[in-house]
C-alpha cells in the first residue's frame, strides 16, 4: 500500500530497532537459562545411570537442538525487524527531503497523497506573476515526479520487508508449534473502512499491539474502534510531544477522559471525539474552516462542546457523540479561503472518516450529521458534489461561503434520494455575517446554501453585529442557532 505523506511524516524506525534488540536480548536470556539447566542436568548424569537416564540424556539433547533452531529464528525475526529500520528509515527520509524542498526552498503545497501544486498568485493577472507562475508549474511538475518516485520506492521496500519478516515469523511460528503463531501482515491491511473493520475485529489484543509498534500512527485508521483508535493515538500523542512539544501541548491539554482522540498526525490534522460514537445514538462531526491549526484546538473544542451540551438538552434521553474533525489542510488565509483545491483534497478524507464511522459502529445504525462552519462547509460541498456522497443523514453549513452547488439537489448522500435532499440539508448566516458577501458578491464556491432559493432548510441565527466576531457567534449560548444545533444533531 502506497502511504500517504502523513504516513511518512508519522513513520518512526525507533520501535523496529527497539523490537531488535529486545528479541536479542530475550534470546540472551533464554539462552543463559538454558545452559543452567543444561549443567544442573549434566551433573545429575554423573550419579545417575541406567535405561532411565540414557533416555532423559537423548531428550535433554533434542530439546538444546530445537532450541537452538528457535534461537537462529529468533535472530533472524530480530535481523528482519533491525533490516527494516534501516531500509525504512532511508527511504521515508528521502520522501521527507523533497517535501521539505518543495515547501520550504520552493514554496509548493504538497498534498497528503503526494500531489504537488503551485502556490497561489499574489496578484492575479500580473505579468511578474504569469511567469512566476509558469517557473512554478514547471517546478511543481518536476518534484511531483520525484515524490510519486520515492513513494514508490518506499511502497516497494515496505513491501519486501514485510515478507522477509512474514517468512521469519512463519518459520519461528512452525519451531514453537501451532498457538505462537502470530497473524502479522501490516502490509495486507485493507484500505475499505468496513473491511478493516472486519480484520481488525480478528485480532486478538496482543495482534493488534503488534501492529502499533510497526505502526505506531494505526489509530488513525478509519474502521478502527473508537477506543482502539484513542488507545493507540494518545500513546502515539506522545512520542510526537517528544519531537515537537509546543505544537502539540494544546492537544494533550485539551484532552478529557470523555474525549475519544480518533486522530492525531505529524501534519496537524486531528480528531477529537466527545463521547463514545461507537455506542452513540447521534453522531456530529464538525468540520471547521479558514485558519484551523492544532494550536488553536481550544476554541474549536469549545463550539464542539457546546453542541454536544446542546444535544443532550434536545434529548435528554439519547446517547450523543460529537467530533471535531480537523483532518484536513484548511486555508491558512482568507484569500487562500477562494480556492477550491484545499476543499478538494479534505473530500476523500471526510468521507474515508464518515465511512469509518458507520463501519465501527456497534448496533443499530447512529443518526449521524456533518457540519461544516465557514470554509468547512465548502469541504463538505466538495465531498457530496461532482460524484461525491457521504454515509450521513444530514448536513449543516454554518456560514457558508458556498459549497460549489447552485441548488441543493446536486448533493448527495448515500442513502438519500436526490429528490429528498431539501429536507435533509440545513444552513445559516447570521444577518451581518460578511461571509455571505463572498457567494453573492464574488460568485465563488456556488449559490449561497443560506438563501432560500437554495433549497435548504434556513434556520435563524442571532444577527450579530457588523464587523468579523459575529462569523464565530453561532454557538454563544444565547444565540437561537446553537438550540437549533441540538435538535438537529439529536435527530428532533
Known sequence: MRPTISDVHAFSPEPLRTASS????????????????????????????????????????????????????????????????????????????????????????????????????????????ILQGDHYAEAAATFGVRLSEALDAVEHV???????????????????????????????????????????????????????????????????????????????????????????????????????????????HTAIALGNPDTADNVATLVPGTGTTVGGIGGDLQRTRAMYDAARVAS?????????????????????????????????ALDAFQDGLRASHDGPASHNVVIGHSYGSTVIGAATTDGGSLNVDDLVFVASPGVDAERVDELRLDTTAEADMGEHVYAT????????????????????????????????????????AVHSDYWNAENPALKTLGRIISGK
Open 158 to 268: 515496505d513491501h519486501t520487508a514485510a515478507v522477509a519478516l512474514t517468512t521469519a515469523l512463519g518459520q519461528l511460528a512452525e519451531l514453537l508449534g501451532p498457538l505462537a503463531a502470530v497473524a502479522l501482515d501490516p502490509v495486507g491491511l485493507p484500505d475499505n473502512p468496513a473491511e478493516l473493520s472486519n480484520y481488525w475485529n480478528t485480532l486478538s489484543p496482543s495482534e493488534k499491539d503488534a501492529l502499533a509498534l510497526r505502526y505506531p500512527a494505526i489509530g488513525n485508521r478509519d474502521g478502527l474502534p473508537a477506543l482502539d483508535r484513542d488507545y493507540y493515538n494518545r500513546r502515539y500523542l506522545e512520542t510526537l510531544r517528544e519531537s515537537s512539544a509546543s505544537t502539540y501541548a494544546a492537544v494533550a491539554a485539551e484532552l478529557r477522559p470523555d474525549m475519544f482522540l480518533l486522530a492525531v498526525s505529524p501534519d496537524g
Open 22 to 129: 529486545q528479541l536479542i536480548e530475550a534470546d540472551r536470556r533464554v539462552e543463559d537459562i538454558l545452559d543452567a539447566a543444561r549443567r544442573t542436568v549434566e551433573r545429575e548424569f554423573d550419579v545417575w545411570k541406567g535405561e532411565a537416564a540414557t533416555a532423559a540424556a537423548a531428550e535433554l539433547s533434542a530439546t538444546l537442538r530445537v532450541s537452538g533452531r528457535i534461537s537462529i529464528a529468533v535472530r533472524n525475526v530480530a535481523d528482519c525487524y533491525a533490516g527494516a529500520a534501516n531500509t525504512l528509515g532511508h527511504a521515508y527520509r528521502a520522501v521527507n527531503m523533497i517535501v521539505d524542498d518543495a515547501t520550504l526552498a520552493h514554496g509548493l503545497t504538497v498534498t497528503d497523497n503526494g500531489e504537488v501544486f503551485p502556490p497561489a498568485p499574489a496578484t492575479p493577472g500580473s505579468l511578474a506573476d
Open 316 to 348: 435528554p434521553g439519547s446517547v450523543n457523540s460529537v467530533i471535531l474533525w480537523s483532518g484536513y489542510d484548511s486555508p491558512p488565509t482568507i484569500p487562500d479561503a477562494g480556492l477550491d483545491r484545499y476543499a478538494d483534497t479534505a473530500a476523500p
Open 429 to 468: 448566516t447570521a444577518f451581518w455575517d460578511p461571509v455571505q458577501l463572498i457567494p453573492r458578491a464574488l460568485g465563488i464556491h456556488g449559490f449561497d446554501p443560506a438563501d432560500p432559493t437554495f433549497g435548504a432548510q434556513v434556520f435563524t441565527s442571532a444577527p450579530g453585529s457588523p464587523g468579523l
